[in-house]
């Protein structure tokens, strides 16, 4: 990732927000790096270096500005526009594969040798796999710090140190602090603290604005599944299947941040939670640069005036996403759900301790495979292409995680009967947070165009729709609004 300076340096000297997360500046006389915003006075050019990342930043020996807290920011939205291997191996660190599987399980994931990938990622991003994971644990145990009442040990844990040693010494290193210090001069600013209990943590999860909260908890609301998904005005909640046991999440969108109460199994389950939910809220969007590409087509105009911050719902689950978009094939949203509802009813896992109206995850893609056939209705191809598809989910024949290459796993899906452009194209968008594609077979979508009095036949407007590059996921959207509620 180049970060031009001079641009860097006007957008310091401005305090544009917009950049926070997307790279850093660090000043040379005070050893600190800050985001973009900082609101001190800005250093002189000749004093002022730019990193693309956080990590990249601490390998260069500078500490986290405690003024401006650069680490408590949204994420860049350059991991979803990449999809190159330094932004396939970024989305699987935030998610937590290192601590996980350490750097020969992320070189496996995303299909390369250990030795290439650190090259890749210190050339693109300015700093190896475990730097950059560091730099990740770093961020999480700060905000646990700083906003809850857990003990460091429970940090340590949530946050992904093998040891409370390995943590003392990284917030030194980091921070230039110890956590007792970061936790009393987060009390003296007036930064709120969560209280916490059992396996419960309470967060604040930041977001860039402007933000279509409205649009994207109406999207789940009218495809939640009972049990699975809870939808109430202003609040979304759900179950979560996570590497080491199951969680319950409870979201409600507040102005800048969104407000997230976590019941986890497993405490070290929290940053993989944490970056999920980010993903499938869309989070870490850019709605300035979004909005700007689309407001520039007189057509999307006035949808994009009255709807600024739009987002594309993302996922939780690979396997949920994949199976939902095939349930959804050539029927309506209301009997997707239904047909959604019936299989987990049938083979969801009943959580050990439900939570009012939580009470079943999304079922397994062993459990889908083995018992599609006698639970599904509907076309036999559909049920088949179901079935099939989860038992090669389950075999390791197909992998849906957040590292995979888009197009290769478009191009893998298609391979599978009753799997076609659209379903292929959904799923790559959802999972992957591809903010480029346009999926043209849609029929509200194409109802929205013609709406909007745009071209409605597939081919012009796949011709109209090069003009939304690189966001034609966020067109898509906007399209579908105006086509109306779907029933």
Same mark, same amino acid.
């Given at each position: 990732?180049?970060?031009?300076?001079?641009?860097?340096?006007?957008?310091?000297?401005?305090?544009?927000?917009?950049?926070?997360?997307?790279?850093?500046?660090?000043?040379?006389? !005070?050893?600190?790096?800050?985001?973009?915003?900082?609101?001190?006075?800005?250093?002189?050019?000749?004093?002022?270096?730019?990193?693309? !990342?956080?990590?990249?930043?601490?390998?260069?020996?500078?500490?986290?500005?405690?003024?401006?807290?650069?680490?408590?920011?949204?994420?860049?939205?350059?991991?979803?526009?990449?999809?190159?291997?330094?932004?396939?191996?970024?989305?699987?660190?935030?998610?937590?594969?290192?601590?996980?599987?350490?750097?020969?399980?992320?070189?496996?994931?995303?299909?390369?040798?250990?030795?290439?990938?650190?090259?890749?990622? %210190?050339?693109?991003?300015?700093?190896?796999?475990?730097?950059?994971?560091?730099?990740?644990?770093? +961020?999480?145990?700060?905000?646990?710090?700083?906003?809850?009442?857990?003990?460091?040990?429970?940090?340590?844990?949530?946050?992904?140190?093998?040891?409370?040693?390995?943590?003392?010494?990284?917030?030194?290193?980091?921070?230039?602090? &110890?956590?007792?210090?970061?936790?009393?001069?987060?009390?003296?600013?007036?930064?709120?603290? +969560?209280?916490?209990?059992?396996?419960?943590?309470?967060?604040?999860?930041?977001?860039?604005?402007?933000?279509?909260?409205?649009?994207?908890?109406?999207?789940?609301?009218?495809?939640?599944?009972?049990?699975?998904?809870?939808?109430?005005?202003?609040?979304?909640?759900? %179950?979560?299947?996570?590497?080491?046991?199951?969680? %319950?999440? +409870?979201?409600?969108?507040?102005?800048?941040?969104?407000?997230?109460?976590?019941?986890?199994?497993?405490?070290? /389950?929290?940053?993989?939670?944490?970056?999920?939910?980010?993903?499938?809220?869309?989070?870490?969007?850019?709605?300035?640069?979004?909005?700007?590409?689309?407001?520039?087509?007189?057509?999307?105009?006035?949808?994009?005036?009255?709807?600024?911050?739009?987002?594309?719902?993302?996922?939780?689950?690979?396997?949920?996403?994949?199976?939902?978009?095939?349930?959804?094939?050539?029927?309506?949203?209301?009997?997707?759900?239904?047909?959604?509802?019936?299989? &987990?009813?049938?083979?969801?896992?009943?959580?050990?301790?439900?939570?009012?109206?939580?009470?079943?995850?999304?079922?397994?893609?062993?459990?889908?495979?083995?018992?599609?056939?006698?639970?599904? %209705?509907?076309?036999?191809?559909?049920?088949? &292409?179901?079935? &099939?598809?989860?038992?090669?989910?389950?075999?390791?024949?197909?992998?849906?995680?957040?590292?995979? /290459?888009?197009?290769?796993?478009?191009?893998?899906?298609?391979?599978?009967?009753?799997?076609?452009?659209?379903?292929?194209?959904?799923?790559?968008?959802?999972?992957?947070?591809?903010?480029?594609?346009?999926?043209?077979?849609?029929?509200?979508?194409?109802?929205?165009?013609?709406?909007?009095?745009?071209?409605?036949?597939?081919?012009?407007?796949?011709?109209?729709?090069?003009?939304?590059?690189?966001?034609?996921?966020?067109?898509?959207?906007?399209?579908?609004?105006?086509?109306?509620?779907?029933?």
């Amino acid at each position: 990732m180049l970060i031009d300076p001079e641009l860097g340096y006007r957008a310091v000297v401005s305090r544009d927000a917009r950049f926070d997360g997307q790279f850093y500046l660090a000043v040379r006389p !005070t050893g600190l790096y800050c985001r973009p915003s900082c609101p001190t006075i800005a250093p002189r050019r000749r004093n002022a270096e730019f990193f693309p !990342t956080a990590a990249a930043a601490q390998q260069a020996g500078y500490r986290a500005c405690r003024r401006c807290l650069p680490d408590i920011v949204a994420g860049s939205p350059e991991w979803d526009t990449r999809g190159d291997l330094a932004g396939r191996a970024m989305r699987l660190i935030i998610d937590g594969v290192v601590e996980r599987e350490g750097v020969p399980g992320l070189a496996r994931r995303v299909g390369y040798s250990e030795r290439h990938l650190t090259r890749v990622l %210190t050339a693109e991003l300015g700093a190896g796999p475990l730097a950059l994971a560091r730099a990740h644990r770093a +961020h999480t145990a700060r905000l646990l710090i700083e906003t809850t009442t857990m003990s460091v040990s429970d940090v340590a844990i949530a946050s992904g140190f093998a040891s409370v040693r390995q943590f003392n010494d990284t917030i030194r290193s980091v921070f230039a602090t &110890t956590p007792s210090e970061l936790r009393v001069a987060a009390q003296r600013s007036g930064r709120g603290r +969560h209280h916490t209990t059992a396996g419960r943590i309470r967060l604040r999860l930041p977001v860039r604005t402007p933000f279509d909260a409205a649009g994207i908890l109406a999207f789940l609301a009218a495809r939640a599944i009972p049990g699975v998904e809870s939808a109430r005005p202003g609040r979304y909640a759900r %179950t979560l299947r996570l590497p080491h046991g199951s969680a %319950t999440a +409870h979201l409600r969108p507040a102005g800048t941040h969104v407000e997230c109460t976590l019941r986890l199994a497993d405490l070290r /389950d929290l940053g993989t939670a944490v970056s999920r939910l980010r993903r499938l809220f869309d989070l870490d969007a850019d709605p300035a640069a979004i909005d700007g590409v689309l407001a520039a087509d007189p057509a999307l105009a006035p949808s994009v005036a009255a709807v600024p911050g739009i987002r594309v719902p993302g996922s939780v689950d690979g396997t949920e996403t994949i199976v939902r978009a095939l349930l959804g094939q050539q029927v309506s949203v209301a009997a997707a759900r239904t047909a959604a509802r019936r299989l &987990t009813e049938a083979v969801g896992e009943q959580l050990p301790a439900p939570e009012g109206d939580l009470t079943t995850l999304f079922p397994s893609a062993a459990a889908v495979a083995e018992r599609a056939s006698e639970i599904l %209705t509907g076309p036999a191809r559909r049920v088949e &292409t179901i079935r &099939t598809i989860c038992a090669a989910i389950a075999s390791g024949d197909i992998e849906l995680h957040v590292g995979v /290459d888009g197009e290769a796993l478009r191009s893998r899906l298609q391979s599978y009967p009753g799997i076609g452009p659209w379903t292929a194209g959904y799923v790559v968008m959802r999972l992957l947070g591809d903010p480029d594609v346009l999926l043209p077979q849609d029929l509200a979508l194409r109802n929205g165009a013609r709406i909007l009095g745009l071209p409605a036949s597939m081919e012009t407007l796949i011709e109209h729709g090069r003009r939304w590059r690189p966001w034609r996921s966020y067109a898509g959207m906007h399209l579908v609004r105006a086509a109306g509620p779907t029933v």
